[in-house]
């Protein structure tokens, strides 16, 4: 194959690169490492340190040092965080246990060519090309107290469903409208997984014998190992980074606290402190530490 | 007239169309008063032949991204309100000095207005647009129908006796809402200046005294009185739903602001001259009813704008008597801070209001301009949603409300 007869010359080369070649080299790599350092690595760094600190987020000079205040304030004193806390684990569980296996199963049925496959494949894939923003201004016209689901139900303001106001309800409300979108994403993303894998091993199975449970789980799942490390890292951080659809709906007023609306609360606006800062680092190692884990326990499993 | 003292005084000193264009930055992007607005850079436009550039935000999003609007290229003249939120950004060295714009039009305007103008170093930031009392609202058809005179509703029986009696029709009472989180803040100033009085208020919302003290605590008790006769979805309207339950004649009262006798007049000319208001009833017969929540607006003129003294040039001229005019000419229902407009053009609701504000000694500008951005917000918006949830968990949160207050940066 080709590959095989140009790899002679690729070796070659990597020993004497040419001046072009270093320059070229040296602009794709180092103009998005100096990018990815200057937007990304700089203000996440000063995120952290700012959390420590008081500021009004305006002049320089009026940073003040305040040691693990931010934090202690926020375990000790934020009734609000334990609330955000909890409805981000919710909306973790509800979207491992419910909206990604939905997404999985409906993408196996599409891939067998169930009847109407094609019509569902769209249906449930329209969502995801609308923004999360634009989700929730949808679903709020349709749920609001004089919105859509409302009106056909023939009640009025003074005797609408509270969807959004009901703080028994109103975190289901919110996740039934995010796995709206979720499912979709995640279908579509292990769709393009299983078209990839090879239709003998499906045959090989089922002359073996293989019920389609025992093909899905002993041979799908295994090859789709790629796939499976993208869709669970998505899924938790879909999950802790949530903002767009509350901030919509509710905008900074605590209607349904999670850490991604407390973050803006506290840094956006007149109220700016760092104590949003704080929120925003809590939020990075929360969504961080389950991930590194899975990989970590992943690529052992590769190696081994 | 001062008007036209004021409007003598514009002609001399302002270089029509010599400050150069210039951009206003409106937060709202409501139909009357973008309408009130328009009408007012159209005016400017028109006298000084100089190029004004329109540019609206929604009035939430306009709030979040203030401190980075002002720190960036933000327009020259903008929007905002008195008080508190002004100083703080003056402090911060963001706003255009306007001492020179107040010396020429300052005569236009009543002492207070010139102080809640007036940053911590004693220069001026602000221009007063316009102003409106918080009260509570009805439509006097619907009390006549209920055989209640609006000024029968003196004190906290006399309220309790017009709830009972829309109750009884199967309507809602008070109508409420808090999804914003600020919408209830409102409801929370006028019973705490009522049973505590204003001194109560300014200290409480100061630091003084104390979201524990026993007194902070029976502010709720007489709130909580209101809940029966409260919609059951307070959580999931914002004031904007409250409103459109009294527009539709499904709510007997509504404490706000007057702002919305324009959305009410949007909807016909006799909703608009059913609409009434009467200062929030006496609870402690000590403090009677002498505090009202009356909050100004108006104008500033942003540093880091690219033509401070366009800016300044165009708030000399919306705070002087001849953009005031202009901005009346619209229809659209406006209380201007101007007092060269005539209260004699006043229609009866305007009226209603100025004498409800009459009745007060003292005014509050409202919970969120009145204490700490970064508590008011953040801390006491949440706490009142939670109180609306359980109202039984009022000590609870009344000790979380002081304990954050307690772990407050320092200023």
Same mark, same amino acid.
Request: proline share 5%.
């Given at each position: 194959m080709s590959s095989s007869a140009t790899r002679p010359v690729r070796s070659r080369r990597r020993r004497a690169f040419s001046r072009g070649d270093r320059l070229t080299l040296g602009l794709f790599v180092g103009v998005p490492t100096l990018l990815h350092l200057l937007l990304v690595w700089i203000p996440a760094i000063l995120t952290i340190v700012l959390s420590f600190t008081y500021w009004t *987020?305006?002049?320089?000079?009026d940073i003040k040092w305040a040691g693990v205040a931010n934090y202690t304030n926020i375990f000790t004193k934020t009734p609000a965080f334990y609330d955000a806390l909890r409805n981000n684990v919710i909306w973790l569980v509800w979207f491992a246990l419910l909206a990604t296996p939905a997404g999985v199963l409906l993408a196996y049925q599409i891939d067998r060519h169930i009847r109407g496959h094609r019509f569902y494949q769209s249906a449930y894939y329209?969502?995801?090309?609308?923004s999360l923003a634009v989700t929730g201004i949808i679903w709020n016209f349709m749920l609001r107290s004089d919105g859509f689901i409302n009106g056909i139900l023939g009640r009025d303001i003074d005797n609408a469903i509270s969807f959004f106001g009901n703080y028994d309800i109103n975190i289901y409300v919110i996740m039934v409208i995010a796995s709206w979108r979720h499912v979709g994403y995640i279908m579509l993303l292990y769709l393009a997984g299983l078209k990839a894998i090879d239709p003998t091993l499906r045959e090989a199975s089922a002359i073996d014998g293989a019920t389609e449970w025992e093909t899905f789980r002993k041979v799908i799942l295994p090859v789709m190992r790629p796939v499976n490390v993208i869709i669970v890292v998505i899924t938790i951080i879909e999950s802790l980074r949530a903002f767009d659809i509350i901030y919509v709906i509710? *905008?900074?007023? =605590?209607g349904l606290p999670i850490l991604g609306v407390l973050v803006f609360q506290n840094i956006? *606006?007149? *109220? =700016?402190?760092?104590k949003g800062a704080a929120y925003a680092v809590l939020l990075f190692v929360l969504s961080i530490g389950p991930i590194i884990a899975y990989l970590r326990q992943q690529f052992r499993e590769d190696v081994s | 007239m001062a008007g036209v003292a004021g409007l003598g005084s514009l002609l001399t000193s302002c270089g029509s169309g010599e400050v150069g264009p210039l951009s206003f930055g409106a937060r709202t992007v409501d139909e009357s008063p973008t309408k009130q607005l328009k009408a007012l850079v159209a005016a400017y436009e028109a006298k000084t032949g100089n190029k004004v550039t329109y540019n609206a935000t929604e009035s939430n999003a306009f709030q979040n991204n203030l401190s980075q609007y002002l720190q960036g290229t933000p327009d020259d003249a903008f929007q905002w309100m008195a008080g508190y939120r002004m100083q703080f950004f003056a402090q911060q060295d963001?706003?255009?000095?306007?001492s020179s714009v107040w010396k020429k039009?300052?005569? #236009? %305007?009543a002492e207070s207005y010139k102080i809640a103008s007036t940053g911590l170093d004693g220069k001026q930031y602000f221009i007063p647009q316009s102003w409106y009392p918080w009260g509570l609202h009805f439509r006097k058809s619907m009390l006549a129908d209920l055989g209640i005179?609006?000024?029968?509703? %003196?004190?906290w029986d006399d309220f309790l006796k017009m709830l009972d009696g829309m109750k009884k029709k199967g309507l809602v009472g008070f109508a409420a809402a808090d999804k914003g989180g600020w919408e209830a803040m409102g409801t929370f100033d006028v019973i705490n200046a009522r049973v505590n009085g204003y001194q109560y208020h300014v200290d409480l919302m100061a630091g003084r &005294?104390?979201?524990?003290?026993a007194r902070t605590a029976k502010v709720f008790e007489y709130w909580e009185q209101l809940i029966p006769y409260m919609n059951e979805n307070v959580l999931d309207l914002e004031w904007d739903g409250a409103m459109q339950l009294l527009l539709q004649r499904k709510a007997g009262a509504m404490l706000m602001g007057s702002w919305f006798g324009g959305n009410f007049k949007e909807q016909s000319d006799a909703d608009y001259e059913d609409l009434w208001i009467i200062p929030?009833? &006496?609870?402690?017969p000590e403090h009677k009813r002498d505090s009202i929540d009356a909050p100004i607006d108006g104008f500033c003129a942003a540093k880091?704008?690219?033509n401070n003294d366009g800016g300044k040039d165009f708030l000399a001229f919306a705070g002087d008597m001849e953009g005031v005019q202009a901005m009346l000419d619209t229809g659209v229902p406006m209380t201007s801070?101007?007092?060269? #407009?005539?209260?004699?053009? %006043?229609d009866a609701f305007q009226t209603q209001q100025l004498a409800v504000m009459g009745e007060a000694k003292y005014i509050m500008q409202f919970l969120d301009r009145d204490t700490r951005p970064d508590f008011a917000g953040p801390v006491v918006g949440p706490a009142l949603q939670s109180w609306f949830k359980n109202p039984k968990d009022v000590n609870k949160i009344l000790e979380s409300l002081q304990s954050q207050w307690d772990a407050l940066p320092p200023l």
């Open positions: *987020g305006i002049r320089f000079g329209f969502p995801v090309v609308l509710y *905008g900074t007023s =605590a956006a *606006g007149e *109220g =700016a402190s760092m | 963001l706003l255009v000095d306007l039009i300052g005569d #236009q %305007y005179d609006p000024d029968g509703i %003196y004190n &005294e104390k979201w524990t003290d929030f009833p &006496e609870i402690n880091n704008g690219s801070a101007n007092k060269g #407009q005539d209260t004699s053009t %006043y």
